[in-house]
């Protein structure tokens, strides 16, 4: 079964170029979540979708990120303009309602803004 | 304060030891708790939940502390393949998961 899919798995930006990330959560899940992890700072909640509506997004830096989910099978983190502050690896994760808390991770996107 | 605290480590181990990992976290209302494991440049996976009685899978033990706000979790005869680094989660009820920043274990021949 295919796990939750990122695009790019990798991406070197200039400061102030746009970034779009892309996630296709596991196939039925309902709830799509995007996190960012830094060395000093860990795993960080950006913001998180149930049933393709965003419940929380709290944990969004400021008004340079944005994300959507316009349907089940596809969510976008987009950030513009990048700074380099930004880089880290950015995580997208699913979770099902049969799975109780459990979320299961994509790869991740290594995101470097020079 | 942050609300779920890890000490960073690295613990370095040789082959067959035991090691212990400890985590607090800040809030009471907190309900279910986990241990997620990480592999250097992977994402994080579930390695198993916390109970109140407290629970084991193979060399793995997990347990809690309501009282003391304290999850720990055990790893006996530890193997190379253990090297990883072992993120503590809490949930308070809600969609959220709170992760700690992990301890880093690195098991040596």
């Known amino acids: 079964d295919a796990g939750v899919i990122q695009s790019p798995r990798h991406e070197v930006t200039e400061m102030g170029q746009e970034v779009t990330l892309r996630c296709k959560p596991i196939s039925g899940h309902n709830s799509l979540f995007w996190y960012r992890q830094t060395m000093m700072r860990g795993l960080e909640l950006l913001i998180y979708f149930n049933n393709n509506v965003p419940i929380d997004d709290s944990g969004m830096p400021e008004d340079r990120f944005s994300a959507k989910m316009p349907n089940a099978s596809f969510s976008t983190l987009k950030i513009q303009p990048s700074e380099p502050r930004d880089s880290a690896v950015y995580f997208c994760?699913?979770?099902?309602?049969?799975?109780?808390?459990?979320?299961?991770f994509g790869p991740g996107t290594r995101l470097t803004v020079l | 304060r942050k609300e779920v605290e890890q000490d960073p480590g690295p613990f370095n181990v040789p082959e067959g030891a035991t090691v212990a990992f400890n985590c607090t976290y800040s809030?009471?209302?907190?309900?279910?708790f986990f241990w997620y494991r990480q592999d250097c440049r992977k994402e994080p996976k579930l390695l198993m939940s916390?109970?109140?009685s407290g629970n084991e899978d193979g060399r793995f033990t997990a347990q809690l502390n309501r009282a003391s706000q304290y999850i720990s979790l055990l790893i006996r005869d530890s193997k190379l393949s253990d090297s990883a680094t072992y993120l503590c989660?809490?949930?308070?009820?809600?969609?959220?998961?709170?992760f700690g920043t992990g301890t880093r274990l690195q098991v040596f021949p």
């Open positions: 989660v809490v949930n308070k009820g809600t969609d959220k998961l709170i």
């Open positions: 994760a699913s979770r099902g309602l049969a799975g109780g808390f459990e979320q299961f």
């Open positions: 916390v109970y109140s």
């Open positions: 809030n009471s209302a907190s309900q279910s």
